[in-house]
């Protein structure tokens, strides 16, 4: 059991995190076949493995999400992001998600921190 703790605290932080304050939009694997419009996260931070955001409602555990995250100054060169410095440029990445953990910020009760691992990307 230690090892598995280990080897999964371990695969958790494979990716540098980057504290980026901006938005972000997801929405369910479900919203789709529904029609229903994506929502509006605040992202709290990123790495090549998932990102942390505040949602304004609870998401379970599994789901499966589409997220849309905009780069001001980074564009995208076929399989590489690159910084360009410009604010104009902005790069647009669309990735599959699955939702590892949320639970209620402590700070505003009426939001929740949504911890998401990228499962794929959209092209």
């Known amino acids: 059991m230690t090892n598995e703790i280990t080897m999964l605290q ?3 932080r494979r ?3 980057f504290d980026k304050r901006s938005f972000l939009l997801y929405r369910g694997f ?3 076949a529904k029609d229903k419009h994506a929502q509006r996260g ?3 931070d990123f790495s090549g493995g998932g990102v ?4 304004n409602q609870e998401l379970s555990k599994g789901n499966q999400l589409i997220l849309e ?3 001001a100054g980074w564009q995208e060169d076929g399989e590489e992001w690159i910084q360009t410095g410009n604010p104009a440029d902005l790069g ?3 990735a599959i998600g699955e939702v590892m953990w949320c639970s209620q ?3 505003q009760p009426t939001k929740y921190e949504v911890g998401v691992r990228f499962t794929g990307r959209i092209r």
Do not use: M, N, P
């Not at 942390?52 to 949602?55: I, P, Q, S």
């Open 10 to 12: 371990d695969e958790r």
């Open 15 to 17: 990716h540098s995190r």
């Open 30 to 32: 479900e919203d789709i």
């Open 42 to 44: 605040k992202l709290c």
């Open 52 to 55: 942390r955001f505040l949602a």
């Open 69 to 71: 995250l905009d780069f």
């Open 92 to 94: 647009k990445l669309k």
């Open 105 to 107: 910020d402590t700070t």
